[in-house]
């Protein structure tokens, strides 16, 4: 029994031994982790935004586009209208769920533009954000090209159109319906935008409603499924210049051609123009309309109702 004893004793001592030294490697393991996280860590904030709206621009075209080519390339076998709407909105809804605590999750140069004229997010900020989002449309334009290259190749034998039975351009950007004239595509985006950012600085009013922290981005997305079913047969709703002109820019690189800007009477720049006067008209309405009657509760200088709107409704700064 004295042996045996003396065996269990020495046993525990060197499980003891053997569990220290497993914590102490699992300790310096997490050392050099948060070291290695610490060197890529980025100290500028309009950096991380800037990261950020690429990211989530890129994580919108790769999952929205997805959708759609998933559809036309299966002769809409795998979905269609309503799927690919679906698409789009919960791609929104997963983009500003993985940006909007550092950058808003604008997604979308319509909307930076409207924060800047409206006083909720700094002009020296636009172009940071705007490029970004472009260039992540563009990434996310190329991944999708890449995921569904061998679909598409049997789907067209090789030869990428614009228009006619096999067209697949329309995977990418929007394009016009044979019967829309410029006038009528313009209006179509202007009001849709107009629209769209009317409920968004709703969704985010604090002094309204609004949306219950956290659950923001799902309103969003059913607000962008509601646009796209109701006004997006005319033009595809883009609603968006960076999901529209940062693929079709990808698309005329990679095979579609320069057709791919001259399709629809030179169709491509009404979803550029269209949504940043859409934009920057639905915030005034909605300011106008709304924003500029509530109550403040209390006397309060102009100055610092200024900056109580700028702090509580700047997208950026998401509750």
């Not at 001592?13 to 050392?31: F, G, H, I, L």
């Not at 789009?88 to 319509?110: D, E, K, L, Q, R």
């Not at 009001?191 to 309204?208: H, P, Q």
């Not at 030179?266 to 109550?295: K, Q, S």
């Amino acid at each position: 029994m004295g042996i045996q004893s003396l065996q269990r004793r020495m046993t525990g001592t060197e499980n003891s031994k053997d569990s220290r030294r497993s914590s102490k490697y699992s300790m310096v393991a997490k050392q050099e982790e948060r070291s290695c996280l610490n060197r890529l860590k980025l100290r500028n904030s309009l950096a991380k935004e800037t990261l950020s709206e690429f990211f989530g621009t890129c994580l919108l075209i790769t999952l929205g586009c997805s959708c759609v080519a998933s559809s036309v390339l299966s002769d809409g076998k795998a979905g269609g209208f309503l799927t690919n709407n679906l698409g789009f909105a919960m791609a929104v809804t997963m983009a500003i769920y993985a940006t909007g605590g550092v950058s808003g999750g604008h997604i979308n140069p319509a909307v930076s533009f409207a924060m800047c004229i409206t006083g909720r997010l700094e002009w020296v900020k636009l172009p940071f954000y705007v490029s970004a989002q472009f260039l992540g449309a563009i990434t996310g334009s190329a991944l999708v090209f890449g995921v569904y290259y061998d679909s598409l190749m049997k789907y067209t034998g090789g030869v990428f159109t614009v228009d006619g039975p096999n067209a697949t351009a329309h995977i990418f950007a929007t394009y016009p319906a044979p019967y829309l004239s410029t006038i009528n595509g313009l209006a179509d985006q202007i009001l849709s935008t107009a629209l769209l950012l009317i409920m968004v600085f709703a969704i985010f009013d604090k002094k309204n409603i609004a949306a219950p922290k956290g659950l923001e981005p799902i309103a969003v997305g059913l607000l962008i499924m509601l646009l796209g079913l109701s006004l997006g047969s005319n033009c595809g709703g883009a609603m968006n210049p960076a999901r529209d002109l940062g693929p079709r820019i990808f698309t005329a690189a990679a095979g579609w051609g320069y057709e791919v800007f001259t399709t629809g009477n030179n169709f491509w720049w009404i979803p550029v123009v269209g949504p940043l006067v859409g934009g920057a008209l639905g915030a005034y309405v909605y300011i106008l309309c709304i924003e500029a009657h509530h109550h403040n509760g209390q006397e309060s200088t102009n100055q610092d109702v200024d900056t109580e709107q700028f702090e509580k409704h700047e997208l950026a700064n998401m509750p």
